[in-house]
């Protein structure tokens, strides 16, 4: 082992998990291709309420806080875990705050920001932490499971293979009437066999080599056919690798939420979104947990404060550079699955969204017909546990069912975990099993119908 691989080994401790700098890097360069679409999908998103002309500050803001807060993940938690703005998250800010509730781009990020500190201080306190333990394990194993689902419907829906339609998914991309037409569906296609076949034979790095092949044919398609049916803003081989960042949307944050909204309204702001993320990220690091398997026999994970304090400071630096809260990204399960096992996957992953603040250009060459593929394999991945749940007990296994079932289909981590855990409580009182749930879960149970009851 050479003197950098040995300094590595000691820092991440990589033998004891049993994997390499090589394979480390590699995972991390997976979770890093299945969300570097974030770059383009946050700024495109928030860029209509923060107006025109914003878009290359928002990715440069995207991209900062993604390469910021991921390396404190891997620095600090040594854990195959990345971060960047959410995903659901953004869309609130943009339609729900500025567009919906009439705020300011600023005031928006006061918002984040207040939600990042409430947070922050919940794990301080170690409330966040008590109730991750207070879980129970049929439901820890539930959210993975309707985690894998909801990353296979990002997928299939980002690669077009399924649409909104008259029903409420149909076959296709959008326009096409239910049918499986044009050369981005048959990439999709050919990508997910032929990385499942990899996967089959065991080939390490499956899921980026598929990544890696697809992007290659729909690049050489792309040029050759001129579009072959892909968005114009991907498969492109750029005219120029190189670009200044522009930082001109750090510190543009305001906090007269409070006087716009008025206490109440912004408050029922403030908690909505807090719920969500503090949510989404247990869902995510317990659902990585176990690809990655480094959970204990109840569920928990290692240095959950330490996850948890890193999660929540990226929701503080989300807001203050404009790029909308930060959180744990369910697509480092992709790394996960390559055989990321440590931090040095978050560092790899951190270190190229650093990269990207330089060479955005490149960013997109990578199609969503590539990622799509491998999400739905990850998606399979993560179903492997639905044979350890208790189908023989209904006060167990239909709140399982209603985990699993209602994350993707309402296209939600929260809904999911919130379905989870009211009928886990409601069943559990009912049969008179009250010794079997936890007073957090009856709290947070609580918490999840003043949610619903308020619209999320």
Same mark, same amino acid.
Do not use: W
């Given at each position: 082992m050479t003197a950098p691989a040995s300094s590595l080994d000691r820092f991440f401790g990589l033998r004891a998990r049993g994997t390499t700098v090589r394979r480390e890097i590699l995972a991390g360069t997976t979770t890093f291709m299945t969300m570097a679409y974030i770059l383009f999908v946050n700024p495109e998103i928030l860029g209509s309420a923060a107006g025109a002309g914003h878009f290359a500050a928002i990715l440069t803001s995207t991209a900062l806080v993604a390469a910021v807060m991921t390396a404190a993940m891997g620095l600090f938690a040594n854990l195959p875990l990345a971060l960047a703005s959410g995903m659901g998250l953004n869309a609130v800010v943009a339609f729900g705050l500025v567009l919906g509730k009439k705020l300011t781009y600023p005031q928006a990020m006061g918002v984040i920001v207040a939600e990042g500190v409430l947070i922050t201080l919940l794990v301080a306190t170690g409330l966040r932490q008590a109730v991750v333990r207070a879980v129970p394990m049929t439901l820890k194993r539930a959210i993975g499971i309707g985690i894998g689902l909801f990353l296979a419907i990002i997928g299939f829906k980002a690669a077009g293979f399924i649409s909104a339609g008259g029903a409420l998914l149909q076959l296709g991309p959008e326009g096409a009437a239910g049918r499986l037409t044009g050369f981005p569906v048959v990439l999709f296609a050919l990508t997910l066999v032929f990385t499942a076949w990899l996967v089959s034979r065991g080939v390490r790095g499956a899921l980026l080599i598929g990544i890696a092949v697809s992007t290659a044919v729909a690049v050489t398609a792309k040029a050759a056919f001129g579009g072959a049916g892909f968005a114009p803003h991907v498969a492109n081989l750029p005219s120029s690798i190189f670009g200044l960042p522009d930082f001109s949307m750090l510190g543009?944050?305001?906090?007269?939420? #409070?006087?716009? =909204?008025?206490?109440? %309204?912004?408050? *029922? &702001?403030?908690? @909505?979104?807090?719920?969500?993320?503090?949510?989404?990220?247990?869902?995510?690091?317990?659902?990585?947990?176990?690809?990655?398997?480094?959970?204990?026999?109840?569920?928990?994970?290692?240095?959950?404060?330490?996850?948890?304090? #890193?999660?929540? =400071?990226?929701?503080? %630096?989300?807001? *203050? &550079?404009?790029? @909308?809260s930060a959180t744990t990204y369910v697509e480092s399960a992709a790394g996960a699955a390559s055989g990321g096992r440590t931090g040095l996957t978050s560092v790899t992953t951190a270190a190229l969204f650093a990269l990207c603040l330089f060479i955005s250009p490149l960013a997109g060459i990578v199609p969503p017909q590539a990622t799509g593929a491998v999400l739905v394999l990850v998606g399979y991945m993560m179903m492997r546990d639905v044979g350890a749940i208790a189908w023989d007990d209904p006060s167990e296994s239909i709140p399982a069912f209603l985990t699993v079932t209602v994350m993707p289909f309402t296209y939600s981590i929260t809904n999911g975990i919130g379905a989870g855990f009211v009928s886990y409580v409601l069943l559990k009182l009912a049969g008179g099993k009250a010794r079997e749930v936890h007073p957090l879960m009856i709290g947070a149970s609580v918490a999840f119908v003043v949610y619903f009851a308020i619209g999320g």
């Open positions: 543009q944050v305001d906090f007269s939420f #409070v006087a716009v =909204l008025g206490p109440l %309204a912004a408050s *029922l &702001a403030v908690f @909505s979104i807090m719920l969500s993320d503090f949510f989404d990220t247990v869902g995510t690091v317990v659902a990585v947990g176990q690809e990655a398997k480094y959970l204990d026999e109840q569920g928990n994970f290692p240095r959950a404060s330490t996850v948890l304090m #890193v999660d929540s =400071l990226a929701a503080i %630096a989300g807001g *203050l &550079a404009g790029a @909308s």
